[in-house]
């Protein structure tokens, strides 16, 4: 069941084009001799360490021509890497979070690592030993496995602790539901005689209010396969046996009772006054606000925790905890890890180099990764400790890792057409002149004619 969209579909609806992004490539240092030319959309400042590093020790060193191509979100990125390789600007490797992961995999964009990672089982064993198992799942598409993780972020709820205070509220327990959400929504909202909300949110498919309602804007069912993943490198694990091949999302689901009813009550938030206006892409505004103490509560990942610390906001500030419980508890995740080109001229030499940075001391080594703040949630088990999150916090910096833990978390829906797929909730859940049940009947009328025009139905 492999979904293969048409190139018309692949680019449409791109944020942008082609224009401009070779203005963003960081040029190539004088080759050294022999050293085998790569081209890598990542980040030249961070992988620059990894890259030394690895040089060190390779038989034949590599020079990076690193690609900086940014956007307000992974959607935005995905769809300008797009526009690159189909301008004919080709690239060896890239990054992507589980955004852009199915959509590369779909098109025959990004090379099947399977037959590396079965060749490299006995050098990976401890690599996979060290994560929860719903990363690599998130890796997989129809079976095979099409990047390593290297970085992750679930969505959990955020507490501004300055705000809490003026509202005599401490950090609800693990097991808080949305009656009790509510209820801190309406006490943090002009808490304290201030100008405050009680919670705000961005408009994207991360961080929505549909999988505690036990809803989802597409269906998702998990893809036969994955045996020889699970076999290989989660022998002795006896939570993965409900693990296969990866997610699908086979239909769209936009105007299910549920997913209608939570985006009713996202809205009713902003119509009560106890929520500002709908802000779109990476949340800069939300954070803006939160750190100002005008934001009680939010959703938002790991990277938070070094992110505030950065934006001037104090330890001991903030804190952190589960999403609260409505018809379920269910979070959702994103991951982030590289992916190599199907055209590369050089898959071996970037192959090596990325089994080379998953490495422990090599993942510490990324330059404001990791140290001095937390910028990302690992997907190390071993780096998530009080060691690492001693320096911002939040008190409370379990939860980041337990997210990934509890057994029905799971990938945001991401299918091939996940750009076309993000840009249709964007406009429909952010319409303030249509009502929820109008505005997702709508969305669901353009899925419908998605998935019949990329998947034949």
Not at 54 to 82: C, M, Q, R, W
């Amino acid at each position: 069941m492999n979904h293969k969209l048409s190139r018309r579909d692949m680019l449409k609806g791109t944020a942008a084009g082609a224009v401009g992004l070779v203005a963003g490539l960081t040029p190539a240092m004088a080759p050294a001799q022999d050293a085998i030319q790569i081209r890598w959309h990542q980040n030249a400042e961070r992988w620059t360490p990894v890259v030394n590093n690895y040089n060190e020790i390779a038989d034949t060193p590599v020079e990076i021509e690193f690609l900086n191509i940014t956007g307000i979100d992974h959607e935005e990125t995905a769809s300008k890497i797009l526009n690159l390789l189909a301008a004919g600007q080709p690239l060896d490797a890239g990054r992507a979070a589980t955004e852009a992961t199915v959509l590369y995999a779909g098109q025959g964009v990004s090379a099947s690592l399977t037959d590396r990672v079965k060749d490299a089982a006995d050098e990976l064993a401890e690599y996979f030993s060290d994560m929860a198992p719903i990363l690599p799942e998130t890796m997989l598409w129809e079976g095979d496995i099409y990047q390593l993780p290297d970085g992750c972020n679930a969505p959990n709820m955020y507490f501004n602790l300055n705000v809490l205070e003026l509202a005599g509220l401490e950090v609800p327990p693990a097991d808080w539901t949305r009656d009790d959400f509510h209820e801190y929504a309406v006490a943090t909202t002009n808490a304290g005689g201030q100008e405050t909300f009680g919670y705000a949110w961005t408009n994207r498919l991360w961080g929505s209010w549909g999988p505690v309602n036990d809803s989802n804007f597409l269906t998702e069912e998990r893809a036969p396969g994955g045996e020889w993943f699970w076999e290989t490198f989660y022998s002795d694990n006896d939570t993965v046996s409900h693990r296969g091949g990866g997610f699908r999302w086979p239909e769209p689901n936009a105007n299910h009772p549920n997913t209608v009813e939570a985006l009713e009550y996202v809205v009713s938030l902003t119509a009560d006054g106890l929520a500002p206006g709908i802000e779109m892409g990476g949340g800069s505004s939300l954070q803006g606000l939160y750190v100002s103490d005008k934001l009680a509560m939010t959703p938002a990942g790991g990277f938070w925790a070094g992110g505030l610390i950065n934006a001037g906001m104090e330890k001991g500030h903030f804190d952190v905890q589960f999403w609260p419980q409505w018809k379920s508890q269910r979070h959702q995740l994103g991951v982030g890890g590289n992916w190599i080109f199907t055209g590369s001229p050089n898959p071996d030499a970037m192959w090596n180099l990325l089994k080379f940075s998953i490495k422990r001391d090599q993942m510490l080594s990324l330059k404001d990764r990791y140290r001095p703040l937390m910028r990302t949630t690992p997907v190390r088990r071993s780096m998530a400790n009080a060691e690492a999150y001693e320096p911002s916090g939040p008190a409370n910096w379990e939860v980041f890792y337990d997210t990934l833990d509890r057994p029905d978390t799971g990938p945001i829906p991401a299918p091939p057409e996940a750009n076309a797929v993000t840009n249709i909730h964007t406009r429909f859940t952010g319409l303030a002149e249509m009502s929820p049940q109008d505005a997702m009947d709508q969305a669901q009328a353009e899925l419908v004619a998605l998935f019949a025009r990329t998947r034949g139905g």
